[in-house]
């Protein structure tokens, strides 16, 4: 049998808003580092909280991970379902002596810690309910209900061979013995986190650098519960463009948002690996290039800057280059958001081919591809007052005409009909066109004319040109 136990890592979001971007990135790395070593990526919602915890944020985190295909491989565990469990932990421990009950009450403790404040001393708890070998504990008061506190070791260093950050040690000494348990009963956060890494057999924990500290406390409770402690992974935050932290303020910070923006989900992904990562000069990985290639190890200690430029440039590289078919149902879900349904008109992928060169996002494009799909709410002020003037509005009068009567509805038929239609009159192709895009598409701005003729079809085209053509004769006609 092999003795190399397989990786498994997981993503442990706490349910109190959207899902950050920064977190995806976390689950990215966490989700990338399993699939390179052959393991399993696992999901764990860490809601003890619960005056800050919310379904509905649990909703988004999930909404936002299966946006991005970073889905558990097994059932997501969820804390708030493991009382049971943990409480039989802190039995365990009890009975083994690794923790102890501590009957301090809270003016007990505030007074401790002023005592140390004036002696100039860190602020801790003193161990006075910490059961040794010949010592005589305080006597037990009435009507207290006492918290459990874990036996933290006093001597010694625990080192962190962190796979991003490098070796971190830490002295047990200024380690005191954490509140696994409070006077209710119910488990602290750190405690919890150790119980289920241990469960749920996590090999490699990969998560935000704000958790360092809490890493030798969950260290020494783990070995206390006799597990062995993963390796873990702290990775450094996402900065805003000016070096502070990356919040709100600096405009989208949830993944959602980034959809609402018009990303595509494997774009974002690939900006955010990026992000504090690279392989050579390369900017673009497909997924399987990304679990082949990503190395957690490589990954900057120093926090990396969000670019929203180069994020949106990601997005058009990926809108460029992805097979339109599988664009569709995100296009799809963005002119449904503006009221717009795509089952009248032409075939999403055909749109998304045509446009996807002008196109930065799918936001740009399905402002830019309403008009397939909905009638137009008016003109462009400035680009009518440019295009659909008397004379082109005899210009699209005269082609209306010979597009009525045009055999073949195809675009190398339009794009023949036009050409011939510009020729024949002896003006340049600007002239006829730009008209035509007002009249068809709202604004001076779309694909080729014998593209956006075609996907728009004979019908919609024939009654915009008659609209435009109204309109150019006399003012108010909107179409
Ligand atoms: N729930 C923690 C957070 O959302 C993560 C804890 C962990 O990964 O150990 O920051």
């Known amino acids: 049998m092999s003795a190399v136990a397989s990786v498994v890592t997981r993503f442990a979001p706490s349910p109190t808003g959207f899902l950050h971007i920064g977190g995806a990135r976390t689950a990215l790395f966490s989700y990338l580092y399993a699939r390179r070593h052959g393991g399993r990526y696992l999901l764990r919602i860490e809601d003890t909280d619960r005056e800050r915890s919310t379904d509905e944020a649990v909703r988004a985190i999930f909404d936002g991970l299966d946006w991005l295909g970073l889905v558990s491989d097994v059932e997501p565990v969820f804390q ?34 002023a005592a140390q404040m004036a002696r100039k001393e860190k602020p801790r708890y003193d161990g006075r309910w910490r059961p040794e070998p010949g010592k005589v504990l305080p006597e037990r008061p009435e009507g207290v209900q006492p918290v459990v506190r874990f036996k933290n070791p006093l001597s010694g260093e625990v080192l962190v061979d962190d796979m991003i950050k490098g070796p971190i040690s830490f002295q047990n000494e200024e380690l005191d013995d954490l509140i696994i348990a409070r006077g209710d009963g119910t488990p602290t956060y750190n405690f919890c986190v150790v119980v289920d ?42 900065l805003g463009a000016d070096g502070v932290k990356l919040s709100k303020r600096h405009g989208a910070v949830g993944v959602i948002e980034y959809r609402a923006l018009g990303f595509l989900p494997e774009a974002l992904l690939n900006y955010l690996v990026r992000l504090g990562w690279s392989h050579g000069d390369q900017e673009l990985f497909s997924r399987q290039e990304m679990v082949e290639l990503f190395d957690i190890s490589r990954v900057q200690k120093a926090p990396a800057r969000f670019d929203m430029e180069k994020a949106v440039w990601v997005n058009h590289q990926y809108l460029k280059s992805a097979d339109p078919v599988h664009v569709a149902p995100e296009f799809d879900w963005h002119l449904r958001r503006v009221g717009v349904d795509p089952a009248h008109g032409p ?104 593209q956006t003729l075609f996907l728009l079809g004979r019908e919609r085209t024939l009654a915009r040109l008659a609209a435009a053509v109204s309109y150019c004769r006399g003012p108010g006609a909107q179409p």
């Open 347 to 450: 075939a999403l992928a055909a749109v998304i081919e045509a446009q996807r060169e002008r196109c930065k996002t799918l936001v740009e494009m399905t402002e830019k591809s309403k008009f397939f799909y909905a009638e137009l709410e008016g003109y462009n002020e400035k680009d009518a007052a440019k295009h659909l003037t008397a004379e082109g509005g005899a210009v699209l009068d005269a082609l209306r005409e010979r597009l009525e009567v045009l055999p073949q509805w195809t675009a190398p038929a339009l794009h023949e009909a036009v050409n011939g239609f510009a020729e024949g009159r002896g003006l340049g192709l600007g002239k006829v066109a730009q008209p035509i895009r007002v009249a068809v598409a709202g604004m001076a701005i779309s694909p080729p004319i014998d």
């Open 197 to 238: 890494d241990m469960d749920m057999d996590i090999t490699h924990v990969v998560r935000g650098d704000d958790h360092v500290n809490n890493t030798p406390r969950q260290i020494n409770i783990l070995k206390a519960l006799g597990a062995e402690p993963p390796a873990y992974a702290h990775v450094p935050m996402i």
């Open 80 to 113: 708030t379902q493991r009382f049971d469990r943990y409480r039989e932990v802190i039995e365990g421990m009890l009975e083994a002596g690794t923790a102890y009950h501590c009957y301090c009450t809270k003016e007990e403790l505030d007074q401790m810690r």
